[in-house]
């Protein structure tokens, strides 16, 4: 079953046409990642599965993206949509307030008060992103210091808090070192099996190791995609093998 | 091939140490000495007012100088009134001005659409360069006779009065630095809280507001410095009966209406008791300012 499904999606900011004409269906459950060189349009893609290009001026889109058949570019509230579609950004980006209080913050916005329930979202959340043991004991602390690794959990859990049913990563291990981004890709592999995940990366490799389908993108266009092993072992483009084989890109 | 070799292969010589050197030492000197200027000033300016404020401490006693209750010169040096005056106008500046500021930052930086900003913004900075004689006018015009009015009393040069001049003319301080933090944010701070689904306003008071305090409070700071620094404004609206005010709808008078008022007629002890008001006054933004600063780097993580 396909979670999102983009159709004819086109974008562009201001007078580049950033994305052309991109189909694209992501399955439920299942890692899906979007690769190719910078300036391609995956990250632009993924910020259009939960309205985040919304942010940037003189963006305009057509096309349309369907979350569940619904068209989230229809006239729908982006809060609720983005309650559902969570995000965890490139550069690790907690809010300068405590451990507790970052993960407690989505539900706050929503209204949510009751202590019991809160501690239990925050508990799981951090168990859920595999981080409660290092933290539990200092929850209060600022989350500034945690380690660049820790931060990047950190604000998985605060996504999963959320209990979201997809989850989009923008290059979520880029700004971390070989042993962070290895209990990262650990726990991503947990998370696939609750959660819906479109994570862009740079790295061929880590792209190899985690995803079930992979999209290769060039200046703007969505050249292939398809079954991970399939699109680096027997890409159809003379592109994709160029770029998958290390060639260019 | 390294430099040196290279440079002794095409026959050059090193250029000699001692012209470099003296241009070098030439401008870590001026910088130096510009460095001080400020310095050198700041402790003159508290050199004199001790030097000349102390007689008065030792004539009338600190203790009785600092909460004596009655300004009777030459005979009786109480400038207690003054104190409360200085920080109850002050304090209700920052009380009223300071929260208008700080939406009006988050208007310019976060709300208003580009051309609406570039409409305000020049307003605000304009008001930063409006001399203080000229906010005096405005309040003797606008704000007395409104007070007046509004509170049916026959006087309207009252403490209110000078509250609600200096809110307005903190205002700028405050909204420029406080904007200027808030546009400093990371994008990511904002990205992140709209991702999780919370509202831009929630965002806004939950997130931005509490990143940007540092910057914020050093405005704050500021204004506060700015508001209990003000004289000319504050004797033209205020009154500057120096009995103590019963309320806010009563004339009162700070520490610097003292000083600049007396100055020009005052000698003997009750010049020296002026200067010693100008000690108190720097206390006051000593504290202020030191009170401030150690809460910035409290909270700051």
């Given at each position: 079953m396909n979670k999102l499904q983009v159709s004819n999606l086109d974008l562009f900011y201001g007078e580049n046409h950033a994305l052309k004409d991109i189909s694209i269906d992501i399955p439920q459950r299942q890692v899906t990642a979007l690769i190719g060189p910078s300036g391609c349009g995956k990250s632009t893609l993924l910020r259009t599965l939960n309205r985040m290009n919304d942010l940037v001026a003189g963006v305009k889109i057509t096309g349309t993206v369907a979350f569940e058949g619904e068209d989230i570019y229809a006239d729908v509230d982006v809060k609720q949509l983005r309650m559902r579609v969570g995000m965890v950004f490139q550069k690790p980006n907690p809010f300068p307030m405590s451990i507790y209080e970052n993960i407690a913050f989505g539900l706050k916005a929503q209204g949510v008060k009751d202590k019991k329930v809160l501690d239990q979202v925050v508990e799981d959340s951090l168990r859920g992103a595999a981080l409660w043991e290092e933290v539990k004991d200092r929850l209060n602390t600022p989350a500034f210091g945690l380690s660049g690794g820790q931060q990047q959990r950190l604000c998985i859990a605060r996504a999963i808090a959320m209990e979201p049913e997809v989850i989009l990563m923008d290059e979520p291990t880029s700004a971390l070192d070989p042993i962070a981004t290895h209990k990262i890709e650990e726990l991503m592999d947990e998370l696939r099996k609750k959660f819906t995940i479109v994570i862009v990366t740079h790295s061929m490799n880590q792209a190899k190791r985690i995803s079930d389908r992979t999209a290769f993108f060039w200046m703007g266009e969505l050249v292939e995609q398809g079954e991970t092993q399939q699109v680096f072992n027997n890409p159809q483009d003379s592109r994709t093998q160029g770029y998958v084989s290390g060639e260019f890109g | 091939m390294n430099t040196a070799t290279?440079?002794?292969?095409?026959?050059?010589?090193?250029?000699?140490?001692?012209?470099?050197?003296?241009?070098?030492?030439?401008?870590?000197?001026?910088?130096?000495?510009?460095?001080?200027?400020?310095?050198?000033?700041?402790?003159?300016?508290?050199?004199?007012?001790?030097?000349?404020?102390?007689?008065?401490?030792?004539?009338?006693?600190v203790t009785e100088f600092v909460t004596g209750k009655e300004w009777l010169p030459p005979a009786l040096y109480g400038i207690f009134p003054m104190i409360v005056a200085s920080i109850i106008s002050t304090a209700g500046a920052v009380m009223i001005g300071v929260p208008i500021a700080i939406l009006t930052a988050v208007f310019l930086a976060e709300i208003a659409p580009k051309w609406l900003a570039d409409l305000v913004r020049p307003a605000v900075e304009l008001l930063a360069g409006i001399p203080s004689v000229v906010y005096g006018f405005f309040g003797l015009v606008i704000i007395v006779p409104a007070i007046e009015t509004l509170f049916n009393i026959p006087a309207g040069n009252t403490l209110l009065a000078g509250i609600i001049v200096l809110a307005i003319m903190i205002l700028p301080t405050v909204i420029t630095i406080s904007e200027t933090s808030i546009r400093a944010l990371p994008s990511v701070y904002k990205e992140g809280a709209l991702a999780l689904g919370a509202s831009h306003v929630y965002s806004i008071f939950k997130v931005l507001i509490p990143a940007a305090k540092s910057g914020i409070l050093t405005g704050v700071a500021l204004g506060v410095a700015r508001a209990i620094g003000e004289t000319m404004a504050i004797i033209m609206v205020m009154g500057n009966a120096p009995a103590m005010p019963g309320s806010i709808l009563e004339p009162a008078r700070t520490l610097t209406a003292n000083i600049a008022m007396e100055m020009a007629y005052a000698t003997g002890i009750h010049s020296n008791a002026l200067y010693a008001t100008g000690i108190v006054l720097l206390a006051f933004i000593v504290l202020l300012n030191g009170s401030l600063l150690y809460l910035n780097r409290k909270r700051a993580y």
């Open positions: - | 290279r440079v002794q292969s095409q026959g050059l010589q090193l250029a000699p140490k001692k012209a470099m050197d003296i241009k070098e030492i030439f401008f870590h000197g001026l910088f130096l000495c510009c460095a001080m200027v400020g310095v050198l000033s700041v402790s003159t300016i508290g050199w004199f007012v001790f030097n000349e404020g102390l007689p008065a401490f030792k004539e009338a006693g």
